[in-house]
C-alpha cells in the first residue's frame, strides 16, 4: 500500500502559506525626491530657519534701526553708529529684542518654506538639476506660502527692535497692537514682503541650485556627498546677491511695519508706491538703500549657516531612511 497520503487527504491548516518572495508585514510610504518624507523636508527647514535666524539676530536689529529712521530727512546712520547707539542706550541686551517672536515664527515658516519648494522643484524641474527657472519658479511657490506664516510675528519682532520701543514683550507688542490697530495690522506689509521675497527667492534659489552645481563640478570628488563648504558657500553667494537686490523693498516692508511707532512716519495709504514716493521725496533714491549693508552683512552669512544646517538635516533623515528600509527589508 503507498504511504503517500494523497493531496486532498492532507490537513490544509498544517501546512505553511507560501508568501511571496517581496512580501514583508510593513506597508512602506513612497518617500518624496531625495529619499526624504514630506516630513522630513518639513523638520530640516524648520531647524535651518531657526538656526539662521537665531544666530544672526542682532545685524538684523542693526538693520531695521537704520531702515526704521523717523520723520526726519534721511541721517548719517553707519552700522557703528547704529551699534553704538544700541549698546549706549540698552546694552548687548538691546540686540536681541524681540528674539522671542523670531523664534515663534521661523521654525514654522521654514518648515512650509523649505517642504514647498522641495515639493514644487521635484514637480516643475522633471528631475534636471540645471533648470534654473523651475527653481525660481519653486522659490516664489514657497515664499508666498511661507510669508503668510512668519509676517505677523515678523512685525512683532520689527518693532520690539525698534530703539525705545514701547512694548515690553511679544505678548505685550500682540495685544496692544490687536486693540490700537487691529488684526490687520499684523499684514500691512504682506504684501510688500511676498513682493520683495518672490524675487529674493528667485534670484537666491537660482543662484544657490548654479552655484553649488558649478563648485562641484571644481571639486568632482565632493560632487557626490556635497560637503558643506559647498552648500556655504553656495548659500552665502545666494544670499548676497538676492538681499542687494531686493534692499529697497525691505525699507519700505520696514517703514510699513514700523509706522507710527518711535517716531517712524504713518502712511496714509499702505499703497507700496505711496511709500516709495514719500522716502524719495524725503531722502532722495538713497534712502530706498537704507540698511544694504547689514542686511548683506546678514543674508550672506544667514544663507550659509541656513544651507549647511538644512543639507546636514537632509543627511541625517537619508541615512535614518536608508537604515529603516535595510531592516524591513
Known amino acids: ?41 518639513m523638520v530640516a527647514g524648520s531647524i535651518a530657519g531657526t538656526v539662521e535666524h537665531m544666530a544672526m539676530f542682532p545685524v538684523d536689529t ?3 534701526q537704520m531702515q526704521a529712521l523717523g520723520t526726519c530727512p534721511l541721517r548719517s546712520a553707519s552700522i557703528r553708529t547704529a551699534l553704538g547707539g544700541i549698546l549706549k542706550s540698552e546694552g548687548v541686551a538691546g540686540l536681541y529684542r524681540g528674539i522671542g517672536a523670531m523664534g515663534l515664527g521661523a521654525g514654522p515658516a521654514h518648515a512650509v518654506y523649505f517642504s514647498v519648494y522641495e515639493s514644487c522643484k521635484k514637480k516643475f524641474s522633471g528631475g534636471n538639476p540645471n533648470n534654473s527657472a523651475a527653481h525660481a519658479i519653486s522659490g516664489v511657490c514657497a515664499t508666498v506660502a511661507s510669508d503668510a506664516v512668519f509676517t505677523p510675528m515678523d512685525t512683532v519682532k520689527q518693532r520690539l527692535q525698534l530703539s525705545e520701543s ?21 499684514y500691512a506689509s504682506y504684501k510688500t514682503t511676498v513682493l520683495m521675497n518672490a524675487p529674493y527667492t528667485a534670484v537666491h534659489f537660482a543662484t544657490y541650485e548654479a ?119
Not at 23 to 35: E, I, L, M, R, T
Not at 166 to 186: H, N, T
Open 166 to 186: 514701547p512694548y515690553k514683550g511679544v505678548l505685550d507688542c500682540v495685544k496692544r497692537v490687536l486693540k490700537e490697530e487691529g488684526f490687520k495690522a499684523f
Open 211 to 329: 552655484a553649488k552645481l558649478g563648485l562641484s563640478g571644481v571639486s568632482p570628488d565632493s560632487a557626490s556627498d556635497e560637503s558643506i563648504v559647498v552648500h556655504a558657500t553656495a548659500g552665502a553667494a545666494a544670499g548676497a546677491l538676492a538681499a542687494l537686490v531686493t534692499t529697497p523693498l525691505d525699507v519700505v516692508k520696514t517703514q510699513l511695519q514700523c509706522q507710527g511707532i518711535c517716531g517712524c512716519d504713518r502712511f496714509k495709504s499702505g499703497s507700496i508706491g505711496d511709500v516709495f514716493r514719500i522716502i524719495v521725496k524725503k531722502d532722495g533714491y538713497r534712502g530706498l538703500m537704507r540698511g544694504w549693508m547689514p542686511r548683506m552683512l546678514f543674508h550672506a552669512p544667514a544663507a550659509a549657516i541656513c544651507w549647511s544646517t538644512y543639507e546636514a538635516a537632509k543627511a541625517f533623515f537619508q541615512e535614518h531612511n536608508t537604515v529603516n528600509n535595510s531592516v524591513t527589508a
Open 1 to 41: 500500500m503507498a504511504t503517500d497520503a494523497s493531496p486532498k487527504f492532507q490537513q490544509r491548516d498544517l501546512l505553511p502559506v507560501p508568501q511571496p518572495p517581496d512580501y514583508h508585514p510593513v506597508v512602506a510610504v513612497s518617500p518624496a525626491h531625495d529619499g526624504l518624507h514630506f516630513w522630513q523636508f
Open 62 to 64: 542693526i538693520k531695521t
